[in-house]
């Protein structure tokens, strides 16, 4: 089985002040950097394409035009352009900056545990909301969801064959806001050990 990763970068990030993918993650990174860095450490040979803005410090991926139409028209365009070959694509917005290659790795054994045939997508729901972001989307499912009708991501979801997991994992935790942000940092910093 071969996973992509598609990375969703379209949104302004006016409350943040800047573009949330070209962020500085502690990593040394831009945020969309960390989650590819993520991404590859579980997948080396994954394909990577971003829906959305270029990132800085990776200019040269595959890049999909995003209509700019809210992220549902965003995965629509996607499904429409050429992309890749890969059976299943892990779809992930620029601001869950917390997932770790250890959490990945976890969250796509829970879901092929649920469907090893890949015929749904996989989300999660934490804290008691539906996650659409950070989710497994088969590539079969392609076709169906530039057909899906309805203007949010909740509208695609119910669109398309789906399993929901309840997940405790922190990858599912975005940040939206300034105060998020710091808070991320603070939590950061109790991952490495003290220099």
Known sequence: ??????????????????????????????????L?????????EGPVQVLGEPLQDLPELPLVEDPREGPA??????????????DLWWVVGCDQVRWRADALRAWINQAEALDPAHERWILARSEGMLQPLG?????????????????????????????????GLEGWRDVDTPEEHTAFQDEVKAWRPSD
Not at 4 to 28: E, I, W, Y
Not at 150 to 164: E, M, T
Request: zero cysteines.
């Open 135 to 167: 989710g497994w989307l088969p590539a079969a499912l392609r076709p169906n969801l530039a057909q899906a009708r309805g203007a949010s991501l909740r509208d695609l979801v119910n669109a398309l064959p789906h399993l929901i997991l309840d997940s």
């Open 73 to 86: 028209a965003a995965l629509r365009a996607w499904a429409l352009a050429p992309s890749p070959a890969a």
């Open 1 to 34: 089985m071969k996973v992509g990763m598609l990375l969703l970068t379209g949104g302004r990030g006016s409350r943040m002040g800047a573009p949330k993918h070209n962020l500085a993650h502690p990593s040394g990174a831009s945020w969309g950097r960390h």
């Open 36 to 44: 590819i860095d993520v991404f590859r450490e579980v997948f080396p």
